[in-house]
């Protein structure tokens, strides 16, 4: 558990970058500071290692005063994750990994061991091991980040925008897999970003700061795309928020409806049998969805007995993976070109098809069920889909 | 006297003038930079240091070497024709060319690479010495081949005090008037040089794996 008691950074020339911040960030639980530049979310974080020395205030790990730690030693206990990784370019991969195992004295080989198990944790080849950083790219560097500050099992990690320096597919993909992980390891973190969505998707709770350093809203991602404090969380948080909050909803009671199909290759004339309100749904051999096919105006071998190819398709539609997410199942029937959006089961094979009223239908009677519910239990609990256990802290 | 009979016959002296002239070379070569990390060290860590230990350590440079050699015996108390002289003068000038070079190095280390380092617990002197150091390593090798270069051509005014080495081949030449010994200084001058900077490029190469493997990525 980390807590920050009245924790204060203010410099000499009268800025303040962190007012009186309150805060705790319970114990295998990922908390995150969010907040535009200038909010004081990373002087915040840094305080926790020491790297900036609060002012005034007291910075608690597991109810120790960290001012009263070797700075040295409570650093080799506390991973620390930046943005473009800050790899130490002299090292190999595994060198850097095995660093702080190696500053606390295990032995060559041990430390070796280690860095290679984390290489796999983080999804990276064994044979990277020996290459240099210079020689990875901007997502592979940020894994092996992620491993060496994982590599002394260290109770506690900061990470600083870990992943606002690569490309948005590599994140999305980074970020998945930080939460797959967090689900393994339940480590306490304490995560910075500037970005609401990246909070949202990684957070048990956010800590909403403003310029400033002070403190606007500290809840879990769903209270806080739902209830705003004040009206600088609610613009922080952004217009799209409603759409965001189905994310945490309870999961859809949705029937699925079943969609005529043909496959790629079937002849046009057979996608024109098939289609409903001027549209054919085409899938592959495994039966995936691949894309839409307008059967009134199919190219120019409309008459002929011409295959449907992959030229016909129109994409654009994305699918839902299982009828149970909201926020999927309305972004499938509203990106598709016929209106209705292809569902699919965990294995991406097609289960039918959802229109955008059935996905509404679904939205307002899960909030239905969710008004009744808070009616029967006390106020305060929040549906929270990723964590299971309830969220009081253990520590 | 023909100019091989006069190179067979000062062999074995021309060989004794050449170690003579590697560890004059080299001796303060190292010396030097012993010196100058500390300094540069100083110079990178306390911002308020740098100009006053970069520009001091400039201005050495610019006193007049023979000045330095002919002073030299009157500070340290050492007799005029004792090499350690020239191997005192030379560490100076080897310090005035490096203290900047490790300073520049030491900045030129990724801000966020030795941050991670403090952030993982490094205590000061292993961050310098584990992760700072190491990564400075290609500029100061470039420095270090510059001041070996000088060094080759600043022992050999050790002559005009009568201190042996590759020097003296020139006196010599003057003296006899004969262009042979001053031919073959010139030529061991050049080949120690070189023999230096290959040591100093190969030491780098062997220090900075890494610095390829950037250039192959």
């Known amino acids: ?395 | 006297m023909t100019a091989l009979r006069w190179l067979s016959d000062n062999a074995p002296i021309m060989a004794e003038y050449f170690l003579a002239h590697v560890w004059l070379s080299l001796v303060p070569l190292l010396l030097g930079l012993a010196i100058a990390l500390p300094l540069g060290w100083a110079a990178h860590h306390f911002g308020f240091l740098y100009r006053p230990l970069v520009a001091g350590s400039a201005l050495l440079y610019t006193l007049p070497s023979l000045a330095l050699f002919v002073l030299l015996p009157q500070v340290l108390g050492t007799r005029m024709l004792d090499p350690v002289n020239i191997v005192c003068a030379l560490t100076v000038y080897t310090v005035a060319l490096l203290v900047r070079v490790v300073a520049d190095g030491l900045a030129a280390v990724p801000e966020e690479t030795a941050r991670a380092a403090d952030a993982m617990g490094y205590r000061p002197v292993q961050r310098w010495l584990l992760v700072e150091l190491p990564v400075a390593v290609p500029v100061i090798a470039a420095g270090l081949r510059v001041a070996s270069v000088s060094n080759v051509s600043l022992v050999s005014l050790g002559a005009l005090l009568g201190v042996p080495q590759l020097g003296s081949l020139f006196t010599l030449g003057f003296q006899l008037g004969y262009l042979v010994p001053i031919a073959a200084g010139i030529v061991l001058c050049l080949l120690l040089a070189w023999l230096l900077d290959g040591l100093i490029l190969a030491a780098a190469r062997a220090l900075t794996p890494w610095k390829r493997a950037e250039t192959t990525a």
Not at chain 1, 170 to 184: D, G, H, K, N, P
Request: proline letters at 6%.
């Open chain 1, 1 to 395: 558990m980390i807590r920050f008691d009245r924790a204060t950074k203010a410099y000499p020339d009268g800025t303040v970058a962190v007012d009186g911040l309150d805060l705790t960030a319970p114990t295998g639980k990922t908390t995150v500071l969010v907040g535009p530049s200038g909010c004081g979310k990373t002087t915040s974080l840094r305080m926790v290692n020491r790297l900036i020395e609060p002012t005034s205030g007291t910075v608690l790990l597991d109810g120790r005063d960290t001012a009263g730690l070797d700075t040295a030693e409570l650093r080799r206990g506390i991973g620390y994750v930046i943005q473009n990784a800050g790899l130490f370019p002299h090292r190999t991969v595994a060198d850097n990994i095995a660093s702080v195992p190696r500053l606390l004295g295990w032995t060559r080989r041990t430390a070796r061991d280690r860095a290679l198990e984390l290489l796999e944790l983080v999804g990276l080849p064994a044979a990277y091991a020996d290459r240099y950083p210079a020689q990875l790219s901007g997502g592979q560097q940020q894994r092996v980040g992620v491993a060496r500050a994982l590599a002394a099992d260290p109770p506690v990690m900061l990470m600083d925008e870990p992943f606002s320096a690569v490309d948005p597919v590599v994140r999305a993909r980074l970020q998945e897999e930080f939460l797959a992980l967090q689900r393994e390891i339940g480590k306490t973190i304490l995560f910075v970003t500037h970005d609401i969505a990246e909070a949202v998707t990684l957070g048990d709770r956010i800590a909403v700061l403003r310029v400033g350093g002070e403190l606007a809203q500290f809840a879990p991602p769903h209270e806080l795309l739902t209830r705003p404090a004040d009206d600088f969380v609610a613009d922080f948080v952004g217009r799209d928020r409603g759409y965001r909050a189905l994310d945490f909803a309870a999961p859809a009671a949705l029937e699925v409806r079943e969609e005529n199909t043909v496959r790629l290759g079937a002849s046009l004339e057979e996608a024109r049998g098939a289609a409903r309100d001027g549209w054919t749904l085409v899938v592959s051999d495994a039966h995936r969805p691949l894309g839409w096919i307008d059967v009134t105006a199919a190219g120019p071998g409309t008459a002929g007995p011409d295959p449907v190819g992959r030229e016909h398709l129109v994409l654009g539609g994305t699918t839902a993976r299982g009828a149970e997410g909201l926020r999927e199942l309305l972004d499938a029937a509203l990106s598709s070109p016929s209106g209705r959006g292809a569902v699919t089961d965990e294995a991406g094979v097609l289960t039918g098809t959802v229109t955008p009223e059935d996905v509404v239908g679904a939205i307002t009677a899960a909030r239905a069920e969710a008004a009744a519910q808070a009616a029967r239990e006390p106020a305060g609990a929040t549906t929270d889909r990723r964590s299971q256990a309830p969220a009081e802290e253990t520590a």
